[in-house]
């Protein structure tokens, strides 16, 4: 071996180990401090995303627990079945009617039962349910009309709201006068 060879071998080790330190100085500066800032600029959202999700899960407990409650609440209203009065019944109605007012401190000024006028198609059979119209002229605030007409539709017999004018009072603009027209089925 020769010592100029030792000398030229000592020079490349020296350069390698200069490129080294270079690589590695250029490392630490440039790429590993950029991607520090990139993984810092994820943490935030990385908390944003994990809120979301704690919302999230939190929001979809909720909704199935509001579906499992009108799905029961659904389960409840279809076994409960409106009935169909007969003819003679209707004045017990209108009393039933008049009770659930006054329960509300609705004022009726009149009450008019009277059939629903309906031409019938030639070749058309009257069936067995005959629509029953009844007109109730009220004095009311909108709040108890709302619990009165809700009331109503949850009466054991079957009644729903044909028709509905409301109008304002002069004297009193808190009060409304109400025409509410219900319609029922009887039976003969």
Not at 32 to 37: E, H, I, P, T
Not at 44 to 58: A, G, H, Q, S, Y
Not at 118 to 142: M, R, S, V, W
């Amino acid at each position: 071996m020769n010592l100029a060879n030792i000398q030229l071998d000592k020079q490349k080790k020296i350069l390698i180990v200069i490129f080294c330190v270079l690589i590695a100085y250029v490392d630490l500066n440039y790429i590993l401090k950029a991607q520090v800032a990139g993984v810092n600029s994820l943490g935030p959202k990385i908390n944003r995303l994990e809120k979301d999700l704690v919302n999230l899960n939190r929001n979809l407990e909720s909704m199935r627990s509001a579906k499992n409650k009108d799905g029961l609440a659904l389960q409840k209203t279809a076994r409960r079945s409106s009935k169909i009065i007969p003819e003679n019944q209707i004045s017990g109605l209108l009393q039933d009617i008049a009770k659930e007012a006054n329960k509300f401190e609705i004022i009726i000024s009149q009450i008019r039962p009277s059939y629903e006028v309906k031409t019938q198609k030639p070749g058309e059979a009257g069936g067995k349910f005959i629509p029953y119209l009844i007109n109730l002229d009220l004095t009311c605030d909108y709040h108890n009309l709302g619990k009165f007409i809700n009331a109503l539709e949850n009466f054991p017999v079957f009644i729903g709201v044909q028709e509905l004018k409301i109008s304002t009072q002069l004297p009193d603009y808190m009060k409304q006068k109400v025409n509410l027209v219900l319609k029922t089925y009887v039976t003969k």
